[in-house]
């Protein structure tokens, strides 16, 4: 064997030896590795402290102030609705809504009773969107929301009555930023969450839906246009007349609230009657240095559909929480042998690992995490994981989920505080927040730990004054309602 062969060869032995050595290192380590990772990632996670939190909140706060001085002054967008007052219960008749979200589609038939029967009926039917809808051209989105609008108002049955001669009328919850010129008018800032169809934007997304229906032969008339948060207002407070905030907490996050007409200094509308205006915040596009953004997050927004934007959210929402865990796992499979010598290959698909799937992971009590094992084995083919791994698994769901429920609480604190109700102590006015959103209503464990957060920030007086409440199905009928409060008829029947 020649020099150069003998070298060649020697080479190769020794970078056989060093990978040899690597495998042993990371499996005698792997354990400890990984926990050291995870003790590393839950340290960052819960940086801010409370103290941080409260910083948060404070510059929530002064977010939302900026916001509504000027617009383009704050990330928060403080987007005026056009809402000023929310129905108070007297509404009767026939309405309809749509509710499009980041996830889920709804379409509703209400019939209102007035004060005395308020929902006499209501029938609802939800359907996924399809993926490829997210993605495409703005005319197959609408197209398909009027086709299935059109189909739900084929089975509208006998009990469901409207006067002679009358129009059926709509409320649009519409899940994205607009900015609206009306009550039912406003064109599309931006896709946020998993939607990007390059047509739709700067477009009027009434204007878009009603075309739609024409073609689809829908006599309807689109009475509102509302974000969800504000439909979930308007049916949070339909039941309680204490709510004033409404917070969305499902595919994506936002928050919406009741401001004084006359700390809108942007606002140069005509002065509402009621001295009110709700405000939509789009609160998933704050940002602040106080947040706890890890690499994980970095390399998540780097490559999300839109990068630099919704910080917030992606650290919070339904859409993101799974898809974090997915690369901190992957980071400690590669790193740490976590699942053994060689790193999983379905762990490299994105957002292969869903929120409900570390949900199911993180909620699991059987002695030996058997949920954990099944969900690693079904959805990322790993096997024979230790019950060490499946906790090290679960630990990472945990540090996740409870930062995100925490900075979910700082920017509830935020908004009670721009309000003035965050000091509110016994006897006094109570504050009801209505939340809605699948994150909040299926994950108990973040819940339970925003609530706790938001005692804790708030303090036991002021806390006591505050109540936090599921206002599932909130957005599709405070929507109906809202269309009932701007019907055309009304003035006939007054
Ligand atoms: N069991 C669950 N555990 C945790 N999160 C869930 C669960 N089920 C749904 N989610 C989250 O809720 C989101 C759907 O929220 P929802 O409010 O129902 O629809 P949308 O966001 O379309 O308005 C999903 O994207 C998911 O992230
Ligand atoms: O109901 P979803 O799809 O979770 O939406 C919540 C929020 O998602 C955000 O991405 C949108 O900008 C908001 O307008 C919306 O309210």
Same mark, same amino acid.
């Given at each position: 064997?020649?020099?150069?062969?003998?070298?060649?060869?020697?080479?190769?032995?020794?970078?056989?030896?060093?990978?040899?050595?690597?495998?042993?290192?990371?499996?005698?380590?792997?354990?400890?590795?990984?926990?050291?990772?995870?003790?590393?990632?839950?340290?960052?996670?819960?940086?801010?402290?409370?103290?941080?939190?409260?910083?948060?909140?404070?510059?929530?706060?002064?977010?939302?102030?900026?916001?509504?001085?000027?617009?383009?002054?704050?990330?928060?967008?403080?987007?005026?609705?056009?809402?000023?007052?929310?129905?108070?219960?007297?509404?009767?008749?026939?309405?309809?809504?749509?509710?499009?979200?980041?996830?889920?589609?709804?379409?509703?038939?209400?019939?209102?009773?007035?004060?005395?029967?308020?929902?006499?009926?209501?029938?609802?039917?939800?359907?996924?969107?399809?993926?490829?809808?997210?993605?495409?051209?703005?005319?197959?989105?609408?197209?398909?929301?009027?086709?299935?609008?059109?189909?739900?108002?084929?089975?509208?049955?006998?009990?469901?009555?409207?006067?002679?001669?009358?129009?059926?009328?709509?409320?649009?919850?519409?899940?994205?930023?607009?900015?609206?010129?009306?009550?039912?008018?406003?064109?599309?800032?931006?896709?946020?969450?998993?939607?990007?169809?390059?047509?739709?934007?700067?477009?009027?997304?009434?204007?878009?839906?009603?075309?739609?229906?024409?073609?689809?032969?829908?006599?309807?008339?689109?009475?509102?246009?509302?974000?969800?948060?504000?439909?979930?207002?308007?049916?949070?407070?339909?039941?309680?007349?204490?709510?004033?905030?409404?917070?969305?907490?499902?595919?994506?996050?936002?928050?919406?609230?009741?401001?004084?007409?006359?700390?809108?200094?942007?606002?140069?509308?005509?002065?509402?009657?009621?001295?009110?205006?709700?405000?939509?915040?789009?609160?998933?596009?704050?940002?602040?240095?106080?947040?706890?953004?890890?690499?994980?997050?970095?390399?998540?927004?780097?490559?999300?559909?839109?990068?630099?934007?919704?910080?917030?959210?992606?650290?919070?929402?339904?859409?993101?929480?799974?898809?974090?865990?997915?690369?901190?796992?992957?980071?400690?499979?590669?790193?740490?042998?976590?699942?053994?010598?060689?790193?999983?290959?379905?762990?490299?698909?994105?957002?292969?690992?869903?929120?409900?799937?570390?949900?199911?992971?993180?909620?699991?009590?059987?002695?030996?995490?058997?949920?954990?094992?099944?969900?690693?084995?079904?959805?990322?083919?790993?096997?024979?994981?230790?019950?060490?791994?499946?906790?090290? &698994?679960?630990?990472?769901? !945990?540090?996740?989920?409870?930062? /995100? #429920?925490? %900075? =979910? $609480?700082?920017?509830?604190?935020?908004?009670?505080?721009?309000?003035?109700?965050?000091?509110?102590?016994?006897?006094?006015?109570?504050?009801?927040?209505?939340?809605?959103?699948?994150?909040?209503?299926?994950?108990?464990?973040?819940?339970?730990?925003?609530?706790?957060?938001?005692?804790?920030?708030?303090?036991?007086?002021?806390?006591?004054?505050?109540? &936090?409440?599921?206002?599932? !199905?909130?957005?599709?009928?405070? /929507? #109906?309602? %809202? =269309? $009932?409060?701007?019907?055309?008829?009304?003035?006939?029947?007054?």
């Amino acid at each position: 064997m020649g020099k150069a062969e003998g070298a060649a060869a020697a080479a190769a032995a020794a970078a056989v030896v060093a990978a040899a050595a690597a495998v042993v290192w990371r499996r005698r380590s792997g354990g400890w590795r990984a926990e050291e990772m995870a003790r590393e990632l839950e340290e960052r996670c819960a940086a801010p402290g409370m103290e941080g939190l409260r910083r948060i909140a404070g510059e929530m706060s002064a977010e939302m102030a900026a916001g509504l001085a000027e617009d383009g002054e704050s990330k928060v967008k403080m987007l005026v609705t056009f809402v000023d007052n929310l129905p108070a219960g007297s509404e009767k008749g026939l309405f309809y809504a749509l509710d499009l979200g980041g996830t889920n589609f709804r379409v509703l038939r209400l019939q209102l009773g007035g004060k005395e029967r308020h929902i006499v009926k209501q029938e609802s039917r939800e359907v996924s969107i399809p993926p490829h809808l997210m993605v495409g051209t703005s005319a197959e989105l609408f197209g398909f929301i009027a086709s299935e609008l059109a189909r739900f108002v084929d089975s509208e049955g006998g009990d469901f009555r409207l006067p002679e001669g009358r129009q059926r009328e709509l409320g649009f919850t519409f899940s994205f930023p607009v900015r609206q010129f009306s009550i039912a008018s406003g064109i599309l800032i931006k896709w946020t969450k998993g939607f990007s169809i390059e047509d739709g934007v700067g477009e009027d997304v009434v204007a878009e839906l009603t075309k739609a229906m024409e073609k689809q032969g829908v006599d309807m008339r689109v009475a509102v246009l509302v974000n969800d948060t504000v439909g979930t207002l308007a049916g949070g407070r339909y039941h309680d007349e204490d709510v004033a905030v409404a917070v969305i907490l499902g595919t994506g996050t936002n928050a919406a609230y009741v401001e004084k007409a006359h700390a809108i200094p942007k606002w140069n509308g005509l002065y509402p009657k009621s001295g009110n205006m709700v405000i939509n915040m789009e609160w998933g596009n704050f940002w602040s240095s106080d947040l706890p953004i890890t690499e994980y997050d970095q390399e998540l927004d780097a490559e999300s559909l839109n990068p630099g934007e919704q910080i917030f959210e992606k650290l919070i929402s339904g859409m993101y929480l799974g898809e974090i865990v997915r690369r901190v796992l992957l980071k400690m499979a590669k790193e740490a042998a976590l699942f053994g010598d060689t790193v999983p290959a379905k762990l490299k698909t994105p957002f292969i690992l869903r929120t409900p799937d570390i949900s199911a992971m993180h909620h699991d009590t059987t002695p030996d995490l058997k949920i954990v094992e099944k969900k690693l084995k079904e959805n990322l083919e790993i096997t024979n994981t230790s019950v060490k791994t499946r906790k090290l &698994v679960v630990k990472v769901c !945990d540090i996740i989920a409870k930062r /995100a #429920a925490r %900075l =979910a $609480a700082a920017g509830i604190a935020g908004i009670l505080k721009k309000q003035g109700r965050d000091t509110r102590g016994d006897g006094e006015k109570r504050t009801a927040v209505a939340i809605d959103g699948g994150l909040f209503e299926h994950y108990k464990e973040f819940r339970e730990c925003l609530k706790s957060t938001l005692e804790e920030l708030l303090g036991e007086a002021a806390s006591r004054s505050v109540v &936090v409440k599921l206002a599932n !199905d909130g957005s599709g009928i405070g /929507a #109906a309602l %809202l =269309a $009932a409060s701007h019907s055309q008829y009304n003035e006939l029947e007054e």
